[in-house]
Nanobody, 121 residues
Framework: QVQLAESGGGLVQAGGSLRLSCAAS????????WGWYRRAPGKQRELVAS???????RFGDSVKGRFTISTDNVQNTVYLQMNSLKPEDTAVYYC???????????????WGQGTQVTVSS
């Protein structure tokens, strides 16, 4: 089945940068949209960024101008480039993909396991 594997999380100082990767594997016919979400302790999950198959992007207000999202369609991988990181960015980041897993299947959402990003002051 479809699996999402995330990497790139860790500890970084405020003002620094971090690049998250999420690779989809398994039976994949198509991916209509990728997304990154995050959940900080005691807070609601929020959209960080998303990108559609046509290249359209959306960003959460708190990260707009600092983060970028991109894809490698050959490798079925999405990236989140995080710049000018702030302590408020500390959260568990989750990868999401809307995937068509088979030629006779409909699109379904899949989630990664989450990766911790900690920004120190």
């Amino acid at each position: 089945q479809v699996q999402l594997a995330e990497s790139g999380g860790g500890l970084v100082q405020a003002g620094g940068s971090l690049r998250l990767s999420c690779a989809a594997s398994g039976t994949i016919v198509g991916i209509s949209r990728w997304g990154w979400y995050r959940r900080a302790p005691g807070k609601q999950r929020e959209l960080v960024a998303s990108i559609g198959a046509g290249g359209d992007t959306r960003f959460g207000d708190s990260v707009k101008g600092r983060f970028t999202i991109s894809t490698d369609n050959v490798q079925n991988t999405v990236y989140l480039q995080m710049n000018s990181l702030k302590p408020e960015d500390t959260a568990v980041y989750y990868c999401n993909a809307n995937v068509r897993p088979g030629p006779t299947s409909t699109f379904n959402n899949y989630w990664g396991q989450g990766t911790q990003v900690t920004v120190s002051s």
